[in-house]
């Protein structure tokens, strides 16, 4: 996708702000290039967070000079990688990665800020296994009070929606 270098927050995009600071001096999405996220359906990223909750994570990890490392992995089998392909190619963001018998879609740090969350927030959706809600709400936490550091995450006392797969619909 166009990108453009620099430190920039792009939340100036209607409905899709940036969430929390870019730490990064990688590439951005540019303001204009945002635009296609309003092409994205609300069908296509329920199908999308449905397999984050069955078949993905989202990982803060510490980094070996004590960072925090985030990432949104989602893991096939290498049968299905026709689906990672798709998904990939309607979000225009993350990589693919090839194993033995498994396939791995994974999207950065700077593009679960600038694409993915914001299109959560923006379709009003969210995640049903508490484990994946716990996940994207200390990642949120990361993002909004721009933590760098994993020492200083705190213990977080994640409060898990109470709802039924018919909610989300």
Same mark, same amino acid.
């Given at each position: 996708?166009?990108?453009?270098?620099g430190?920039?927050n792009?939340?100036?995009?209607?409905g899709?702000?940036?969430?929390?600071?870019?730490?990064?001096?990688?590439?951005?999405?540019a303001?204009?290039d945002?635009i296609?996220?309003?092409?994205?359906?609300?069908?296509?990223?329920?199908?999308?967070?449905?397999?984050? *909750?069955?078949?993905g994570?989202?990982k803060?990890?510490?980094?070996?000079?004590?960072?925090?490392?985030?990432?949104?992995?989602?893991?096939l089998?290498?049968? *299905?990688?026709?689906i990672l392909e798709?998904?990939?190619?309607?979000?225009?963001?993350?990589r693919?990665?090839?194993?033995?018998?498994t396939?791995?879609?994974?999207?950065s740090?700077? *593009?679960?800020q600038?694409?993915?969350?914001?299109l959560?927030r923006?379709?009003?959706?969210?995640?049903?296994?508490?484990?994946?809600q716990?996940?994207?709400q200390?990642?949120?936490y990361?993002?909004?009070?721009?933590?760098?550091?994993?020492?200083?995450?705190?213990?977080?006392?994640?409060e898990?929606?109470?709802?039924e797969?018919?909610d989300?619909?």
């Amino acid at each position: 996708y166009p990108v453009r270098k620099g430190m920039k927050n792009n939340s100036n995009i209607k409905g899709f702000p940036t969430i929390g600071k870019i730490n990064t001096k990688g590439k951005l999405l540019a303001s204009k290039d945002k635009i296609y996220l309003n092409n994205i359906s609300s069908a296509f990223l329920a199908m999308f967070v449905g397999f984050v *909750d069955g078949d993905g994570y989202i990982k803060n990890t510490k980094t070996t000079t004590g960072y925090i490392s985030t990432e949104l992995v989602i893991s096939l089998n290498f049968r *299905d990688r026709q689906i990672l392909e798709y998904m990939k190619n309607t979000l225009l963001i993350g990589r693919i990665y090839v194993y033995k018998r498994t396939i791995k879609y994974i999207i950065s740090r700077v *593009d679960l800020q600038e694409v993915v969350f914001p299109l959560l927030r923006h379709h009003n959706m969210f995640f049903l296994t508490n484990t994946r809600q716990a996940q994207y709400q200390k990642t949120l936490y990361i993002f909004n009070n721009n933590i760098v550091k994993f020492s200083d995450i705190p213990e977080l006392e994640v409060e898990v929606l109470n709802i039924e797969p018919q909610d989300y619909v």
